[in-house]
């Protein structure tokens, strides 16, 4: 007995295609994400994968290419859950800049710490920045534990309760689980679910829109590690330009 778990990161952003930190800002998707959302609905019903529920962030490019890619699928009609748990890491005060110019003024090696260390977070932003979440009623419900900023451990602090519940009892109750997230907190994921160290996990880059099929035994650990993208080739060429963001 296998588990079949699906993760799609969101298609092209806004600001993905303009190169900035994005976190919780809630961007939509470029004609070219609503292009990868229906092409990962497409792959899934090619390669016969049929999500029974789906999990999206509260953002509205997960929601959105969730949307595409299961209406792609004819599987428009599943039973949705959504949760800021799965919501991409909180950027602190980076959120709003411009990758290559912050590259460009505090350097490679700063640049890197606050993008792919395990736990260096960004300078938290302030309440009052244009791109703080602060009063999103979205988030009413959070107090304490609403972020100014994260670092990837913080978002594996977070995810896990919701993936050792929620999603775990789906897929215990033998439901194809399709999750639509973001970059970092379906790295947050993958390091868990392939035990990848906090070294590691730097160079794990996921691309955008490119479904991540993971069968897993009953101890929720994969069968195949790091599980297999639908198009292998495609998600390499697209996670190595995620990995060159800002040059
Ligand atoms: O800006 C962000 O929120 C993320 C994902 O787009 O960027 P990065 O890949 O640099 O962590």
Redesign the pocket.
Known sequence: MTYTLVLVRHGE?D??AKN??????DVDLTDKGRAEGVRAGEQLKEAGILPDIVHTSLLRRAITTANLSLDAADRHWIPVKRDWRLN??H?GA??GKD?KQTLEQFGEEQFMLW??SYDVPPPPIELDDEFSQHGDPRYAGLGDAMPATECLKDVVTRLMPYWETVIQNDLADGLTVMVAA???SL?ALVKTLDGISDDDIAGL?IP?GMPLVYELDESFKPVTPGGRYLDPEAARAAAEA?AN??R
């Open positions: 952003s600001w993905n900035l930190f994005t976190g919780w800002v991409e890491r950027y980076l959120q990758k993008r792919r973001h970059g970092n790295r880059n955008t995620v963001q800002g």
